[in-house]
């Protein structure tokens, strides 16, 4: 089964970690690939604490807004190869491809590499992909998509993120 966490509101991330959760508690074993992220986060303490779920991070930092580097696409697509290979081994329940959306939207990640994945894996593999802009191809591949839309946020007035909450 295919998932897809998307839209322009916030808690993409932190439903597929809730998804994550559940599995975990239920004996499955869970694998989190984070594209473009690589600045320590709260979730991280609390996910090194659970032994079913691994998590692995593909990036340096946040660049919203900002354009990949050659480096930042270096990473993802070495992150990407990295799930693919968990993927294949069998030995997870669950893959999550956390943000992978965005390495897709900013062209850090083809598509075609995305598409050719969950035909291979989507049938025997739950997968999750989370991020902002969901191509209508994947959409068309998933089996769930739900969109989170923003109707009100507090960025707007200039609050910055906050440990527990954000990070």
Do not use: W
């Amino acid at each position: 089964m295919i998932q897809v966490y998307t839209g322009n509101g916030k808690g993409k991330t932190t439903a597929a970690l809730g998804l994550a959760l559940r599995a975990a508690g239920a004996g499955m074993k869970v694998y989190i690939g984070q594209f473009a992220k690589g600045r320590k986060s709260s979730e991280l303490n609390s996910l090194k604490k659970i032994k079913k779920i691994k998590l692995e991070q593909f990036g340096r930092g946040c660049f919203v807004g900002k354009k990949p580097s050659s480096l930042d696409i270096k990473l993802a697509n070495n992150g990407f190869k990295k799930v693919k290979e968990k993927t294949e081994a069998g030995v997870f329940d669950l893959i999550i491809l956390d943000e992978v959306l965005g390495a897709v939207q900013t062209k850090m990640i083809d598509i075609d590499k995305v598409l050719i994945f969950l035909k291979r894996y989507g049938g025997n593999t739950e997968i999750v992909l989370t991020g902002r802009s969901c191509p209508r191809a994947i959409i068309g591949l998933a089996d769930l998509v739900s969109e989170i839309k923003e109707v009100k946020h507090y960025f707007r007035k200039g609050l910055r993120a906050r440990k527990g909450i954000e990070l």
